[in-house]
């Protein structure tokens, strides 16, 4: 409190007016700056959809844009403060070169020889090819149980092919199989095979591949080598025709590695790439190290019958013990149909006599064995396992926007892992064609229509959760339809759970939106009642393609697109833009209140943005910092109806143009923030004035902190202090014995706005006092602020809304500081508290709607 | 309805390719260009409802295009495509005869409505297409 107090009262009071000014200055370009990298964030978030078409040169303009208009909010914070946030000068230069590293020629592609698959995600492509790439995705992003492991990278291919003269020999291959015949071809890939096998690794790279297998928590570690080739899993199946070997020990993992390697050119392999028009002489391939796990039952889900797809189910294969049954098709196997449901059930069920299996050997590799007898005739999965195998295979499917064929095992501790997944090619004539989808739409019963923005296109179905506050979120389900009145940046940790989001307020700009796009979770925002019309448990279908939501699930709609061809899996440029915007949009400093919201923590252009605004806007509410001599020259006296003192300095468009003298009316304001306030404040009954009783403790207590106050300064208390421009309102209260903060911008631009309110102090024992501070928190949570209390203090946070409704809070706020001026001394109890917040919550309704009845041309309720 | 005939020239093959499929998917008949001076050729040999070109590019620019189809009299409505950087030239391809413009980036979406109508366009100015000039 000490400290606090001393910041308040000491800091920068010396400043003059133009000082001031111009840090307010400096706060509005930032802000402008802040605004314009989200809209560039939403704009190329857009783009990434693959509704658009645009070029490389589109590509340098995003790259050059952000990085002047992040740069310009570093400078400004820095010139706001002195100079006190140099550290994030050092993130955005961080974050500036690997965005620019996307783009450089050649260089992009150059990594060490062996990563981590805990470091990859789909970001890495490149250089570990789509299958190891998406496996990392799995693992890092949804939290997906995948084997541990790591990759030898393309780069290390490259690398060996080119320290050994591989290379060479690989492109006079080529050059032949250009002009040659089909018949070459077996000859010349028996002949590259060979001289792969028989060129030793290059020392660097089998230096760090026994060094990586050698590391003591790999010790005992056997291993699945999985092909990896680049372009392997992604536009090009290329499936079954590169290696994978099983059951590798430790000692042979560099032959194994050599192995896998040359299959990049086995027959099969480099027929499909001729047929294809796919480079010869520049294939690698990247070697997937995973852990073996010892499988007791293997198999591959489909998440849709590619045979059937209207049919709307998922079948799944599975066979005793290893994978190589089922997807080399080697024995019979049980086939299963589960329904697509959150909660999937099993539908159909064929199962067949299974009398051998695959185990990895003592010796490394795998053997054929019988199965029990008992066993042979028995489903070899549980229901139990199906439904959860079916619920993880639909999570992916989500993630990835699209059909999936996951590989997957169970453990001998009954663990589900996936081994691995990629995209499902459904054919079209399955699914509903453009007109017919016309028609489907118009048949669906409507909830909403038009009446938002859409911030992330897609479509998503599920049944509806309404959050109101962070409290809410840990409970949210998977599946779920995320319904929320605001649009905290905290609530993005709900999104990777969320099948589709519909919002109340906020922009399509706004960091959740983000998010959203993102993680392609479909997102409507400023949908107006959405809350009222969305109720929990509702099952709903949010079209955000066409900005409506369907009362049920729509399957016809969810299957359309789930087989949209991902248009962006086959051009560079696409690609190209996905790997920026994973390294420019992704927020990872979503809780300003949490240990990792630092500088030094930004690792993304969105983490900087945030940073700073948000480091400006504290930097902000510590400004009415001026000297004597300045405040007798600007500040004038407001003539209130209540009995408060309030000064104001207005520094732009504050006050009405020509109004001079020392004191102004509440009419010659023209502060869109101030003018709400006061409404607040002096709203009938607001303002009681009666004296309120106090035991003798309180009033004991309160002498002494009345002495307190007037040893902190010798200017004793100053007067109220409202710093005004046209939009903004910055005002330090202390009524009686505590002090009120409000800090606000209200414009037209949502993602400019915020507030920020604060309380401290009292006149009572720190227990009342703190117990006033949970009623306050507790009402400000109602409307939907970010609140953080510690003893007697309290802060609100509101950012992102749109202008009336952050202006009827700002007038609620009012009408809080004045009922809560005395209320310290009434906190007699723990029970007081519910009651007080509820007393006021009800109060406010009767006075005014809390959130704005807007009709809308359909009005749908 | 006869088929119709629609060119794109753009010396990026991404451009040509993900236009190509989008116009398909959407029923036209699409051939593409990433040489104009083949392109030239082309318009010489075959006629075509609507021909989408970049501006500018290596060798004769989508202005020359433009210029070549309308100094033939050709029926063949033209689109521009540009970066956003020349504005004020698709302004000037406009003025001279263009049937529209684009700015890349550009929604796809827009595009086919465009090719659309000025297939419609096209079409009352000429017979069935495809067959020689």
């Not at chain 1, 000082?19 to 857009?46: C, I, K, P, W």
């Amino acid at each position: 409190m000490a400290g606090w107090w001393r910041r308040w009262l000491g800091r920068r009071w010396g400043e003059d007016l133009s000082t001031l000014r111009s840090r307010y200055e400096r706060f509005q370009h930032l802000t402008d700056g802040n605004n314009r990298v989200l809209e560039l964030m939403a704009d190329a978030g857009d783009k990434s959809g693959g509704d658009y078409l645009f070029d490389r040169r589109y590509l340098d303009s995003l790259v050059d844009d952000l990085e002047e208009a992040v740069s310009g909010v570093v400078y400004d914070l820095n010139a706001m403060t002195d100079g006190r946030y140099i550290d994030l000068v050092d993130a955005f230069e961080r974050v500036r070169a690997r965005v620019r590293s996307v783009l450089a020629p050649g260089t992009e592609w150059e990594t060490d020889s062996i990563i981590p698959l805990s470091k990859i995600d789909l970001d890495d492509l490149a250089s570990v090819g789509e299958k190891m790439a998406s496996l990392g995705e799995l693992r890092s992003r949804l939290d997906v149980g995948v084997p541990d492991g790591f990759v030898v990278t393309a780069s290390a291919c490259r690398r060996h092919f080119r320290a050994r003269g591989l290379d060479r020999v690989i492109a006079a291959r080529a050059e032949e199989l250009a002009s040659g015949t089909a018949s070459l071809v077996d000859i010349v890939a028996a002949d590259l095979q060979q001289s792969i096998r028989r060129t030793p690794i290059v020392r660097s790279v089998a230096r760090s591949l026994r060094k990586e297998i050698g590391r003591s928590e790999r010790s005992g570690w056997t291993y699945a080598a999985r092909s990896s080739a680049l372009g392997e899993d992604g536009e090009h199946s290329f499936a079954g025709q590169h290696a994978t070997l099983l059951n590798v020990r430790a000692e042979d993992a560099v032959a194994a590695y050599r192995e896998v390697l040359a299959s990049l050119f086995s027959s099969e392999a480099l027929r499909y790439r001729l047929d294809r028009g796919l480079s010869v002489a520049e294939a690698l391939m990247a070697v997937g190290f995973m852990a073996m796990v010892p499988a007791r039952v293997s198999g591959v889900i489909l998440t849709i019958d590619p045979a059937s797809p209207q049919r709307d189910i998922m079948v799944v294969s599975a066979a005793y013990g290893l994978g190589p049954t089922i997807v080399q098709g080697t024995g019979p196997t049980d086939c299963f149909e589960i329904s697509r449901d959150p909660s999937p059930r099993v539908v159909g069920r064929k199962i067949l006599q299974k009398e051998l299996a695959l185990q990895p050997r003592q010796n490394g590799g795998i053997e054929r064995i019988t199965v029990e007898t008992a066993k042979q005739a028995a489903a070899c999965v549980s229901e139990s396992e199906l439904t959860e195998l079916g619920r993880m295979a639909l999570r992916i499917e989500r993630h990835a926007g699209h059909y999936q064929e996951i590989e997957w095992a169970v453990d001998q501790e009954g663990r589900i892992v996936i081994l691995q997944a990629r995209a499902l090619r459904v054919s079209p004539s399955g699914v509903p064609a453009d007109e017919e989808l016309v028609r489907i739409r118009a048949a669906c019963p409507v909830l909403l229509r038009g009446r938002g923005v859409i911030a992330c296109r897609g479509v998503g179905a599920g049944p509806v959760v309404v959050v109101r506050s962070t409290e809410d979120m840990p409970d949210f389900p998977q599946g779920g339809v995320l319904v929320t009145t605001g649009t905290s940046p905290q609530y993005s940790a709900m999104l990777a759970r969320a099948t589709a989001v519909v919002a109340e307020m906020g922009s399509s700009t706004g960091h959740l939106a983000t998010v959203a796009r993102e993680l392609r979770v479909p997102m409507l925002v400023d949908v107006h009642e959405a809350t009222k019309v969305l109720q929990p448990g509702m099952e709903v279908t949010v079209d955000a393609e066409e900005n409506v939501v369907y009362s049920g699930v729509v399957r016809e709609l969810l299957r359309y697109h789930l087989t949209a061809q991902p248009a962006d899996a086959d051009f560079t440029e696409f690609q190209l833009l996905r790997r920026l915007l994973r390294r420019i949009t992704p927020l990872n400093l979503s809780d300003p209140n949490a240990e990792n919201f630092r500088a030094r923590s930004c690792s993304t252009y969105h983490d900087v943005i945030r940073f700073a605004h948000e480091m400006a806007v504290r930097e902000l509410g510590e400004m009415p910092g001026l000297a004597a001599g300045e405040r007798k020259r600007f500040v004038r006296r407001l003539q209130l109806s209540i009995p408060m003192d309030l000064d104001i300095l207005d520094i732009g468009g504050g006050i009405a143009p020509g109004v001079e003298g020392s004191s102004v009316v509440p009419e010659d304001v023209r502060s869109v923030p101030l003018s709400a306030l006061l409404a607040g404040l002096s709203t009938p009954g607001t303002w009681r004035t009666e004296p309120v009783d106090m035991d003798m403790k309180s009033f004991l207590s309160s002498a002494t902190r009345t002495a307190a106050v007037g040893m902190t300064d010798a200017g004793a208390v100053r007067p109220n202090l409202a710093v005004i421009a046209k939009d903004y309102l910055n005002l330090h209260l202390l009524l009686g014995y505590h002090f009120n903060m409000v800090d606000c911008n209200l414009s037209e631009t949502p993602t400019a706005n915020y507030l920020y309110f604060r309380f401290v102090g009292g006149v009572t024992d720190i227990t009342r006092r703190s117990r006033r501070a949970r009623v306050i928190a507790a009402i400000l949570q109602e409307y939907e602020f970010g609140v953080e209390t510690k003893g007697d203090l309290v802060v609100g946070r509101l950012r992102n809304m749109a202008k009336e409704p952050l202006r009827q809070r700002l007038e609620m706020v009012g009408r809080l500081i004045g009922y809560t001026r005395q209320l310290d001394v009434l906190m007699r109890d723990e029970e007081t508290v519910r009651e007080c917040a509820q007393e006021f919550v009800e109060r406010e309704q009767l006075s005014v709607n809390k959130t704005p009845i807007v009709e809308n041309a359909d009005g749908v309720r | 309805m006869a088929e119709t005939q629609v060119m794109v020239v753009d010396d990026e093959e991404i451009v040509c390719d993900r236009l190509k499929d989008q116009l398909e998917k959407s029923g036209f008949m699409v051939e593409t260009f990433t040489e104009s001076t083949r392109a030239l050729k082309a318009l010489e040999e075959k006629r075509y409802h609507v021909v989408v070109t970049d501006l500018k590019m290596a060798g004769p620019t989508g202005l020359d295009v433009l210029y070549n189809v309308r100094d033939r009299g050709l029926p063949t409505q033209v689109i521009i495509i540009t970066g956003y950087a020349s504005i004020e030239a698709a302004r000037e391809a406009e003025a001279v005869g263009a049937y529209d413009f684009l700015c890349k980036p550009f929604e796809l979406k827009d595009l086919t409505r465009m090719v659309k109508n000025a297939a419609k366009h096209a079409k009352r100015g000429m017979g069935p297409a495809g067959r020689g000039a």
